[in-house]
């Protein structure tokens, strides 16, 4: 058996035997796997600098899509999303000024549902490297308010074209038709085409809207069905 005559030694096993004893005990401050960005740091990563990646954020969350560079990059046909949440937009179509921007004040809940799909496309086609403060998230990175409300919001939305679409399988939809020269035709191989009031409309958009649906002759004194103007009573196609 073998000895240890140095004290130096000694002291230096030690030395490492209580550093390592420490490690067990202190861990590291945990690193956030994702970075959280200002408006003004997003916008650096407009594309105009080739050396760094392109950046977008949808409701606050922050996408790397260079790998949609020549989409994203400057000259691109969604170059004017890179470097900005500009959520509006994806429903809007308003792609200059104020149009450019996170706030959904006045989206209907569908409209407010399709900016979520929009940001799931995202989530599924490209890398979330963070989020952006402001809006939706915090400045630790927490969601707000006005995410939560968006969400539930579009919930509402995706509730109410469910609904729709169930009702409006009730009743046959219209053939249609329509050229440059001739212009719209609705037709029914069975029944009569009628307009009828799509009443789940006016909660998703706002607005109230009417659909062609084909209705048999023994419905057609129902309340509430309107007969295309200039159309026989009981023609089976209309010109529109």
Sequence with gaps: ???IR???????????????????????????SKRLFT????GIYNGSDENLPI??????????VTKGKSHYGPGGA??????RDASRAFVSGNFTGDGLTD?????????????????????????????LIGRYYGDQGQPTKYLKGAEVKAARGAQLLEKQKNEES?????NSRWSQNEGGEV????GYPRLVQRPVEIALTGKMSKRCTCIEEEELGQLGLETYQGCDYLAKSCRV
């Design 1 to 3: 058996m073998w000895r």
């Design 6 to 32: 140095s004290p130096y030694v000694v002291i230096a096993l030690a030395v490492a035997l209580g550093a390592f004893c420490l490690t067990l005990f202190i861990k590291s401050p945990p690193r956030p």
């Design 39 to 42: 408006a003004e740091e997003l």
């Design 55 to 64: 950046l977008l954020a949808v409701l606050g969350s922050v996408f790397d």
């Design 78 to 83: 969604y170059n004017h999303f890179a470097g």
């Design 103 to 131: 706030s959904l004040k006045g989206l209907s809940s569908s409209e407010v549902k399709s900016i979520v799909d929009w940001r799931d496309f995202y989530l599924r086609t490209y890398k979330s490297v963070g989020r």
């Design 170 to 174: 009730k009743l046959p939809s219209c």
């Design 187 to 190: 037709w029914c191989d069975n």
